[in-house]
């Protein structure tokens, strides 16, 4: 059970306390904003009003004791650098914060900041790729390395064949790393026959993963 | 190529609009801030300001001939609900519209939006499952099953023996779907015996993930 302080109670910061309460943390919740704190009353341990750019403040409330702080200040980036700046200093252990921009983020991390988060930067690109590639949204990218993991249906020209026969991996260059028939689960075997309605769990990288989903229909 | 009409931009609606040009969709972009407009107009192929709330003006930009629509208000959530419901008035065959809270995205979707994002909600919720388990970001949801896949690290407990004998499904209830050898991938077999440095891509539900990562060291 870990301690960890989060500064701004805008969207962001709200989900970030109820998930944390929800998953049995100790959260203090702080916000210049009176409504905001009280809304959160109810959810976190322990919540106060300050300004997060003054440091004794933010001792007084425990900062020095968490194990990790979360700047989750939206617009006022003055108040993001400098709060994190802060925070950093008392020698909080993990630092986040959440930035507006990419040089916003550069100098968060300058001051400090152990991991920058961009929600609204990686929410539009996630949306944009999905809309162009529609399919998109039923895959999702193991992190680290390219590679697009997810379930796709069989199609007509499957059914009857075995992945062997299909020459799978070799026409798509995609793995097949899972079948899922009406619920079960099993591991492919290269004389595994597909059957309607199969759905196969696949890996490959994101091109392959594209031209895959043109050729196979 | 579709035609994309996005409306707001702040933080989000910015990026979607430079992630779909891109990706080379064309973009339409409006704001009733003639600023913001502004900064999109090397991005997008048009842009104009105006009230997202005045049908006659979104017709006038050409919102009825847009496959998509984009409603990236944020703070005001009146304005979100009269753009989405007006943009859906028009018959553009997908609305996608941004919420703030619960409650707001219900109205949106009934107002007529086909798809509701939360990209600070989503974020928080994000941060705070990797704050508590850290090795969560090296995994991701497969959508739509509950199945997360990701990459561990071979632990010294099972280097030097096959997956066989560590009879790997049964004791995790996790599935190696993957080996990673020093870059080079291969499905695994039975008998695969795991070298030091190996990255296993692994499947499983959230809880037996989470058991595997307490366990496997
Ligand atoms: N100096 C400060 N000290 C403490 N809290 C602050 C300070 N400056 C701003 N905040 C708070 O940070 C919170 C989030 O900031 P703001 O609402 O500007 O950003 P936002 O980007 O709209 O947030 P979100 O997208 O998470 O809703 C607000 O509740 C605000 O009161
Ligand atoms: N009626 C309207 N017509 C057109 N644009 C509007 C209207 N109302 C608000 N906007 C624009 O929507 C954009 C995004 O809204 P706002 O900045 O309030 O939200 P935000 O949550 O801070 O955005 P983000 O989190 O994406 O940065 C702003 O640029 C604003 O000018």
Redesign the interface.
Known sequence: K?T?LVVGL???????C???AE?G?HVIAVDIDKQRVEEVADVVEYCAQLDATDEDLLVKVGAREAD?A?V?IGNNIEASILATAILKGLNIP?V?ARA??SIHGRVLSRVGAHKV?????????N???T??NPWL?????????G?L???IEASAGMVGKSLMELEFRKTYNC?V??F?RKGS?F?PRPDSVIQEGDKL?V?GTGEDIAQMMEKKD
């Open positions: 870990q960890i805008g969207r962001f910061g709200v989900s970030v109820e998930k944390l998953l943390q990790i979360v989750a993990k986040i507006q921009t988060v961009f929600p609204e930067r990686d929410a539009g690109k949306i944009a790729e809309l162009v949204s039923a895959f999702s990218a193991v992190p680290g390395g590679v993991v997810g379930e793995i790393l899972l899922d689960r591991l769990l890996a």
